[in-house]
């Protein structure tokens, strides 16, 4: 089980549980076209941003396998939230993770993603006893390739046409850390 003491803070950001206060934030940034691009799911209404807040206010703690942990991102200077970060626990028996980000746009290139992220590894890794945690992305997403090339993560695998996602075949790539490896970095 994961319950981390909140908030978490890095030089110059704060990790902490959504609220739901975070409506109008999460709202600029699931209903921009470019930001949903290479995701799963399709730029989202008032509507289906309020499902979505709702089970990430949910999702503070990591209890069991198949949950998630899923944190807003602030800038700790203003407080404005500028992203999420995310670690789902997929596997118990084979200790595995995965990371997952979000971020405005307005935001991109300062290394936000980055750093966010590190800190959702680490909780992976220290404090869930994860042994490899996986980034997964859509091939064409080059500047979510850097941010986990910047943490550290191997590419691992390269999936032709693996999804169909918004009507089109997409490929997919796979990123991968292991525990020894996240100690010696």
């Known amino acids: 089980m994961l319950k981390p003491d909140y908030p978490l803070k890095t030089d110059r950001?704060?990790?902490?549980?959504?609220?739901?206060?975070?409506?109008?934030?999460?709202?600029?940034?699931?209903?921009?076209?470019e930001v949903?691009?290479?995701?799963?799911?399709?730029?989202?209404?008032?509507?289906?941003?309020?499902?979505?807040?709702?089970?990430?206010?949910?999702?503070?703690?990591?209890?069991?396998?198949?949950?998630?942990?899923?944190?807003?991102?602030?800038l700790a200077e203003t407080g404005q939230m500028i992203g999420d970060v995310i670690l789902f626990w997929l596997s118990r028996e084979r200790r595995q993770g995965e990371v997952?980000?979000?971020?405005?746009?307005?935001?991109g290139g300062r290394g936000y993603a980055t750093e966010a992220a590190r800190v959702m590894?680490?909780?992976?890794?220290?404090?869930?006893g994860l042994r490899r945690i996986i980034g997964r992305i859509d091939a064409r997403n080059t500047a979510s390739a850097?941010?986990?090339?910047?943490?550290?993560?191997?590419?691992?695998?390269?999936?032709?046409?693996?999804?169909?996602?918004?009507?089109e075949w997409a490929d997919e790539v796979v990123y991968a850390m292991l525990e020894r490896e996240w100690r010696a970095g």
């Open 36 to 74: 949903t691009r290479y995701l799963l799911f399709d730029t989202r209404d008032r509507d289906a941003v309020e499902e979505s807040l709702e089970q990430k206010t949910r999702a503070a703690a990591l209890t069991e396998e198949g949950g998630n942990l899923s944190l807003a991102v602030e």
């Open 146 to 167: 850097r941010v986990l090339e910047r943490l550290g993560m191997r590419r691992e695998a390269h999936f032709v046409e693996n999804e169909f996602v918004k009507g």
């Open 121 to 128: 590894l680490r909780l992976g890794f220290e404090d869930l």
């Open 100 to 107: 997952g980000y979000i971020f405005h746009p307005d935001h």
């Open 13 to 33: 950001l704060i990790l902490r549980p959504f609220a739901p206060s975070d409506l109008d934030a999460l709202y600029d940034l699931q209903s921009r076209p």
